[in-house]
Each structure stands twice: as C-alpha cells, then as structure tokens.
C-alpha cells in the first residue's frame, strides 16, 4: 500500500509540472500503477523466500546419520574458519507448521546484510532491527534486488510516514523555490535564509532524536542534508549569490558534514539520503543551460565525500549508488549536451572520476572485516574501467591513435596497481591485486589492435600469451592458463582477419610471414612451458603439450610453404617443401639432444606423411618430373634423413611402425620412378610396342632387385623382411601381371621391324612375366609360397595357356591379314579351326601328364577344356556349313579324342577316396 501512496503522490507532482492541465491525473494514474506492479512483485517474492524457507526447514529435519559430514575447504586468500557444530535434529514439520512457514508476511525475520558483516560497533539504540536485510538463505545475491529491498525497507519499515514526509517535502522546497524564483514573491536572500534555517533545524531536531526508535532522527537529518544542497546549488547557479567555487566550498563542507553524520552514528541509511538527495538537487533545479563545469565539479565533491566514507566504511550499496548516479548522468549529458568546444574539461572530469572511484574500490577491499579481507566489489573494480573506456571512446573515438594510447594508459595504471598490491600490501587483497592485473592485461590487449595493424597484433597478442601462460605456471592459477591459450587462438584469427594469409613482393619480410612466424613460436614454446611445469598443470593440459607443439610446428611449415608458393616458380615448389620438410625434422631431431627436450623425438613421425602428401601433388601434376634437377636433390636429401631417422630410432618405435615406415618409403620412391618413366616415354609416342616393353622393364626390375636381397640379413633388408619381400615387389610384381594381361591384346607388330611370328616381342615379354612369377615363388617375395601348391600351377598353366593361344592368333593375324581385334577373330573360321585343334592337343597333354603323375584333378582340367571343345564345334563351327574348315576342325578333334581315349584313360580314385566314398 504505501508504494501506491508514494508513486502515486511522485507521478501527481511530476505530471502536474510537466504535463500541464490534467497532467497531474495521469501521473498519479501512471504511478499508482508502478506501486501496485511493486506490490505484486515483493508479494512474489515473499512467497518464494517463505517457500524456500520451508525447504530449508524440512531439510534440517533429516537425522543425521543419514546424511554426509560437510567438508570444510579454505579459500584462497581468507582464512581457514573453524566448522560450525553440527545442528541437532529436528523434528519433521507438522501441517501447522508448515502452514505458519508458507503465509506469506512482511515481518518474517531474515539474515545479516553486508553492512552487519564489515567491521563496525554493535547497531545504536536508534538503528532499526529492520534496516539490516538481505536474501534469504540459499538465495544467489542479486544486486539490483538489494537496492529494490533497501529502498522498500526505507519507505515501508521503521517510520515511514516520516521517511515519506522528509521525501513530500523535499520535493514541495523545490517547487516552491522555482515557483518564487518565476513570480518574485519576496527577496531572495530572504527565501534562501528561510530554507537554510529550515534545513539546520532539521539537522539539530534528527540529532537530538537519534537514539528514538523508527530512525526518525537520521531520516530527519537526511532531509536537512539534502535540502542544504539544493539551496547551495541555487543560490550560486540561479541567483549568483556568491561565485561558484565558493558554492563548492560550502558543498564540500555539507558533504563533509553528512558523512561525518553518517560515520559518527553508523547510518548507511543517512549515508545514502544524504549523497540521493546531493545527486539529485542539481537536476531538480536545473534551469536547462547545460553548464556541464558546474555539474561535474559539484558530482566531483560528492564524490570527494562518498571517498571519505570510503575511508571508514565498507559501505557496498553507497559506492554503487554514487558510481551509479555520476555516469548515468555523465552518459546522458554527453548523449545531449556533448560538443567538440567540451573536449579538455570532459576529458579531466572523467579522468577524475576514474580515480575517485578507483580509490573507492581499492578501500572497500582493504575495509572488511578480518574474515572478509580483501573482499572485491567485482560491479565498481570491473564495471569502472569498462564504462570509462567506453565515454573515452566517444571522447576520442575519431583521433587515431588516441584511443589505442587511452588503453595502454589504463593498462599500465591497472597493472602498476597490481603491483603495489601484491607486493606492498597484506596477503589478503592478493585477489584485488590478480582483478587489477587481469584488468591491465585486458587493456594491454586492446591496445594492441587500435594501434598496429593485423600481423603486429597477431605477434603481439601471441608474446602476451606466452607471458601469461608462464605467469599462471609459476603462480599455478587457472584464469592466466586459459587466458595466455585464448590470447593464441585470437593471435591467429587477427592475422587471418585481413582476408587469409598474405605475401608480399619480398619474400620473408613483406606480408604476413614474420607474425605466422611468430605465433608458431609461441605455440612451440607454450608446449615447451607445459612440459617443464607439469606438476603446475591439470592433467588436461599436460596432454595440450603435444597439441600445441604440433600447432606451432604446421604452422611454421604452412608459412614457409605460403612464402614458396608465392616466390618459386612452379618446378621448384614441391621439391622445396620437400627439403624443407627433410632438413626441419632432422634439426628438431638434433635439438630435442641438446635442450633437452624429448618431446621433439615425435615429430619424426611427421616427416613421412607430409612428403607423401607433398609427392601426391607432385604425382598429379601435368608435365612435372619427380626426378627433375629439383626432385632428385629434394627426394635425395629425403631418403638420406628417412633411412637416418628410422635407423636411430630402432629401439624407441614400435617394429610395427618401422615396417610401415619402410614400406611406405619404398612404395613411394617406385611411384616417383614409375612417374617419371611415364613423363620420359611420352616423348616416343609412336613407337607405342617399345613402350610396353621398357614399362615392362620398369616393372620387373623392382622385383629381381628384391630377390638379390633376398639373402641379405644386414639393416633394413634383414630386420625388415615384410616391408622388402612382401609389400614393396608387390606393386611392380601386380603391374607385370597386369602388362601380361595387356600384352594379350596387342598384336606384336611392328611396323618398321621384320615380324617374328613366334616368340616375338609380346611373346617374350609374356613368358617373361611368366618365369618371373617362377622366382619370385622361388625367393618367397608377396608370400606367394604359402598359396597352395595347386593354386601356384594352375595359374601358371592357365599363364602359358594363354601366351600359346596368343602366339597362334598373332600369327594368324600378320599371315592372314585377319584384324587383331576380338570380334574379327571369333568371326574367322580359320581362327575357330586353329583354337579348337590348339585346345585339344593341350588337353591331350594335360591327361598324357595326369596319367603319368596319377592326378585325376589334372586330367579333369583336361577334360574341362575338352567339353569347351566340343561346345565351340557343335554351336560355333557347326553353323558355318560347307567349308573345308569345319571338315578340317572335326576331323582334327575327333582322331585327337580318340588318341586321348587310348593313351589317357581316366585314372584311378586313391585308396582314401574309395574309403570315402
């Protein structure tokens, strides 16, 4: 009820004076509203601290054996306290009770505020029991929820027909002096010496009246306060009475005076009135000419007071209060009133506020109580820099420079601060000192980007970094960890925020080269700092190490890569990375030795999968020859710190990862070497029967090279055989069996040459491949041994079956002028005659052999063939009737069946088949 009456009676006087006729319907209508809006809020929220309250309550009622002793840990920075006795228990609420808990009242008790916690005497006879409150138990602290409840306890609490009238009556002097002021009712002097006894006699009669109970006497005495500078505040703006800096005199002393009241008797609650009632007296009386001197000098002696109080108390709510008010209207002149003519005494006057309230944070901490020591207000320590940074940057926000020059002096201000903290000061306000240190890091940080552009921003940002990693390793914090590691993450973004990576016409020193450079290094000494101060990290972060070092490691690499790319011409590209890439690993490798530093030994790994990488590019490339001037010097350096690097690293990497490593290696450098034959043959294009047989070559050189070290037992071949006898020969091995299968559908003519109609060059190159699979069977090279024995012959027969068939169709091919191509050879008659007599001689063999080694498997291979046979004659050579070449076919195979039949009868089962059977 009583917010309706105040907002009300407030929106009828302010609607009145500035709405004209009938205003003052609608601002008491408008105000009634916001006190009814106020009363349903606190309605709420007593129901939720009742119901809390009541949960809390049912809580403790739980026997103590059924519930976990609490584990007391100290706080950094305050002392350990001694853990409080444990509750005894309580008996399960009963429905009454919890019906008495849940009805929502005004009266309930609630804890201590902050004010009960600072370090002063026990409350005076005239403080009211409900001046201090707070939130409930198990409630987050919300500020803006304090200074709601501070001002409904001052208006509902206590007096508050008092405390409404003081406010009434402010109010009515105000008017009444502008009023007079407009009319001339009587003198000046004599109208401001009336309102002065008035507001003395206020002071005298609260201070006679302080110890009655209702704080009548302090809401008296914040009257006279207020009232005081209201009429100082007129008499030398409006009426110019005396000059102005004799106004700030008599301010200074009503500032004076009223934080003497409030220290002497312990009064917050006067405190407050007194500097409200200061704040607000210039913006009542304001005649709009917008004298901003005036106004912030008179603001810089209220705070002048407000730090004084500072001095002797620790008095939150009054800080923020008067922080609040000083740059709400700092902020909103300078919205309204601010030109360019304002500059030098704005800048002054937000230069002096800043410090003012710098001190008033710094006292706060340094005034708490012995268990709060060093308690920081984290609104006025990290709202202040914030917000005079941001009035700084629409003073100066069109002078270059000036606001990069703004933050560096913020930082060095915030950091000096640190210092004196940390090292002048007691133990206790080492948390003050780590926010001013945060705070000057922030702004060194900021300064950096408003004053150098992207790349210097990057380095800059990264060495800051890799500052305040190495300060939150030796100090074993968190927050400097995690900022040095963001600070790295936006080093890279920055340099990238320009449009990616740039180059310029000077390689190394133009562009963005020096400032990749830069974060690489960082990040390489970031992994360093993490492995020696493991015991100073988390176990999260000792695993980062190896991250961060592979980090810095790319991107060293990416930026010599860019800076190749941008200056070497096309040839040259590749194979520089290449030896780059070969000669980086081998120095880390030298320096993880010497610093020493055992996490280098993985960057080995890296070497071999970026050259693979690199290769592809190079094997894709058109008209690039891996074995140019340029590759061989690369792919030579290469292999040399490859073979190195895997041979002394033995004993440290798994045999699994050496075979791999070798294999790859070897595979890799026939790719090169199969590439580079391809980009030589190219230049005989019409001599494509010759390319085949140097592919050939190529092919099969590799693979009797693995059979001369066959025998070879010393390093790499002997401890290494899976890599150099299986997997290495089987690709050249795959391919000859693939140029075998080529060569069969190639005719073998030569147009420049005689031709040879049997073992001729596609001839020779099939039996080749042939006899190549013999040795490699032989020397044991892809595991071919271990095939099964049938499986070895037949392939091979089936092999030689088709270099026979091959070598009849070519020469019938070049003697008979038939197109080597399929469709013509299986429509050639003269072809179907020769396979079909062909086909039945080499069953006639197969069954010959099978009757002398006793393998009915063989003959039945010749049997097969045998039914292929008379397949083709009877659905092939049948249907081309009256030619002598079907006589010739069936005549053929018919006398060879029956030699078949004679010498090669079906050979018997083996005993263990008949048993079987």
Not at 349 to 359: E, G, K, T, V, Y
Request: hydrophobic share 55%.
């Amino acid at each position: 009820m009583w917010w309706i009456i105040i907002l009300g009676l407030v929106g009828l006087a302010f609607g009145a004076d500035e709405l004209g006729r009938g205003g003052w319907l609608i601002g008491l209508a408008i105000g009634a509203l916001l006190g009814y809006c106020i009363k349903l809020s606190r309605r709420v929220s007593e129901l939720e601290s009742a119901f809390r309250r009541w949960r809390s309550e049912s809580s403790l009622a739980v026997p103590n054996e059924h519930r976990k002793p609490a584990v007391h840990e100290p706080v950094h920075g305050f002392p350990e306290s001694q853990p409080e006795p444990e509750p005894k228990p309580r008996a399960a609420p009963t429905q009454e009770t919890i019906a008495s808990v849940a009805a929502p009242t005004a009266s309930y008790q609630r804890d201590a505020d902050f004010e009960s916690q600072s370090d002063v005497p026990a409350r005076a006879p005239w403080q009211s029991r409900n001046e201090k409150s707070t939130t409930a138990p198990g409630e987050a602290f919300n500020p803006f929820e304090r200074v709601f409840q501070f001002i409904s306890n001052f208006f509902t609490q206590g007096n508050p027909v008092v405390r409404i009238g003081v406010v009434v009556l402010f109010f009515g002097v105000s008017f009444l002096l502008k009023y007079a002021a407009e009319h001339s009712m009587l003198p000046i002097e004599l109208r401001l010496i009336a309102v002065a006894c008035g507001a003395i006699a206020m002071m005298v009669i609260g201070w006679k009246l302080r110890t009655r109970e209702g704080q009548y006497g302090l809401v008296l005495q914040g009257g006279g306060i207020g009232l005081l500078y209201a009429l100082i505040f007129a008499a030398a703006k409006y009426y110019t009475l005396f000059p102005l800096t004799g106004a700030f005199a008599m301010m200074f002393l009503v500032v004076m005076l009223g934080s003497l009241l409030a220290v002497l008797q312990n009064a917050l609650s006067l405190a407050l009135l007194a500097s409200i009632g200061g704040y607000l007296a210039p913006i009542l009386t304001s005649s709009g000419d917008g004298n901003h001197i005036a106004l912030f000098s008179y603001y810089l002696l209220l705070n002048l007071g407000i730090l004084l109080i500072a001095w002797f108390k620790a008095w939150r709510l009054l800080n923020l209060t008067s922080f609040a008010f000083t740059f709400i209207v700092a902020t909103a002149w300078g919205v309204l009133r601010y030109r360019d003519a304002h500059y030098l005494s704005s800048q002054l006057f937000l230069i002096a506020f800043f410090l003012q309230f710098l001190a008033i944070s710094f006292l706060f901490a340094l005034r708490q109580p012995p268990k709060l020591k060093g308690l920081v207000d984290g609104s006025l320590v990290f709202g202040l820099p914030l917000l005079a940074f941001g009035l700084q940057n629409a003073l100066v926000g069109d002078s270059p420079y000036a606001l990069a020059i703004s933050a560096l002096a913020l930082a060095a201000v915030y950091i000096l601060l640190a210092v004196f903290v940390l090292k002048r000061t007691a133990k206790d306000l080492s948390l003050l000192g780590y926010s001013y240190l945060c705070l000057g890091g922030v702004f060194a940080t900021i300064a950096v980007p408003l004053a150098l552009d992207a790349q210097w921003t990057a380095a800059t940002w990264a060495l800051e970094g890799v500052g305040l990693l190495w300060v939150g390793l030796q100090q074993r914090k968190l927050l400097p960890r995690l900022s040095g590691y963001l600070l790295q993450v936006l080093a890279f973004l920055s340099l990238l925020s320009d449009g990616g990576l740039q180059t310029g016409d000077a390689p190394f020193i133009q562009g963005d080269y020096l400032g990749l450079i830069l974060i690489s290094v960082s990040a390489v000494v970031i992994a360093w700092l993490l492995d020696q101060f493991t015991e100073h990290c988390t176990g999260n972060e000792a695993f980062l190490s190896g991250a961060w070092l592979g980090a810095g490691l790319l991107l060293f690499s990416i930026a010599q890569l860019n800076e190749m790319l941008a200056h070497l011409i096309r040839e040259w590209r590749a194979p520089g990375f290449i030896l780059y890439s070969s000669v980086f690993v081998t120095t880390l490798l030298w320096l993880k030795n010497k610093l020493p530093w055992q996490r280098l030994h993985f960057t080995g790994f890296a070497l071999l999968p970026v050259v693979v990488l690199t290769s592809f590019s190079l094997l894709g490339a058109a008209g690039l020859h891996p074995f140019g001037i340029a590759g061989a010097l690369a792919y030579g350096v290469f292999y040399v710190c490859h073979y190195r690097l895997l041979r002394n690293n033995t004993q440290q990497w798994p045999n699994t990862l050496q075979e791999a490593y070798h294999a790859i290696g070897g595979v890799l450098l026939l790719l090169l070497l199969f590439r580079e034959t391809q980009l030589q043959l190219q230049q005989f294009a019409d001599t494509s029967l010759l390319q085949q047989a140097i592919w050939l070559l190529v092919y099969s050189v590799p693979v009797v090279l693995s059979m001369m070290v066959h025998r070879i037992e010393r390093w790499p071949f002997g401890d290494f055989p899976f890599a150099y006898r299986v997997i290495v020969p089987a690709l050249p091995l795959a391919l000859s069996v693939g140029w075998f299968i080529s060569a069969t559908f190639r005719s073998g003519v030569i147009s420049s040459m005689p031709f040879v109609p049997v073992l001729n060059v596609m001839d020779l190159g099939q039996l080749a491949v042939i006899l190549l699979l013999i040795y490699a069977n032989k020397y044991s090279l892809c595991a071919l041994d271990r095939l099964p024995f049938v499986w070895r012959v037949g392939v091979l027969a089936a092999m030689g079956f088709v270099v026979l068939n091959a070598m009849l169709l070519r020469s019938l091919h070049y003697y008979l002028d038939i197109p080597y191509t399929a469709y013509a050879l299986w429509r050639s008659m003269t072809v179907q005659m020769a396979l079909s007599i062909l086909w039945t001689m080499f069953a006639l063999l197969a069954m010959y052999l099978a009757k002398r080694w006793q393998q009915r498997q063989v003959w039945m291979v010749g049997a097969g063939l045998l039914g292929m046979v008379l397949l083709k004659l009877f659905f092939k050579e049948l249907a081309d009737s009256g030619t002598l070449t079907r006589i010739v076919s069936f005549l053929v195979v018919g006398a060879l069946m029956l030699l078949i039949g004679y010498i090669s009868p079906l050979p018997p089962k083996s005993v263990a088949t008949e048993k079987t059977s």
